[in-house]
Nanobody, 118 residues
Framework: VQLQASGGGSVQPGGSLRLSCEIS????????IAWYRQQPGKEREGVSC???????EHVDSVKGRFAISRDNSKNMGYLQMNSLKPEDTAVYYC?????????????WGKGTQVTVSS
């Protein structure tokens, strides 16, 4: 199983980026897809997630600015980030998680750097 995040980069405050997570080696339909980020000197935090029924959740700091989506047919997850702020600067990671009965499967991708600066 591999998760490959892409789409990071440098942008000015107020700008937008779209992160993509390409997932291979599993059938995505059962999995929750999530995006996490880790800011310098801080612990990794959950940003947004979308479950198998496409219900979404966002951390309060990004509500109204970020949107998460998925395309099971392409095994892809996305994070559209608008109105970016300097405090959004972090390494962003995609995650796929499937909890079932007494078991679970969880996979992480390598991060992609997002830098918001003027």
């Amino acid at each position: 199983v591999q998760l490959q995040a892409s789409g990071g980069g440098s942008v000015q405050p107020g700008g937008s980026l779209r992160l993509s997570c390409e997932i291979s080696g599993l059938s995505l339909r059962h999995y929750v897809i999530a995006w996490y980020r880790q800011q310098p000197g801080k612990e990794r935090e959950g940003v947004s997630c979308i479950d198998a029924s496409s219900r979404t959740e966002h951390v309060d700091s990004v509500k109204g600015r970020f949107a998460i989506s998925r395309d099971n047919s392409k095994n892809m997850g996305y994070l559209q980030m608008n109105s970016l702020k300097p405090e959004d600067t972090a390494v962003y990671y995609c995650n796929a998680d499937w909890s079932y009965g007494l078991g679970s499967r969880e996979y992480w991708g390598k991060g992609t750097q997002v830098t918001v600066s003027s």
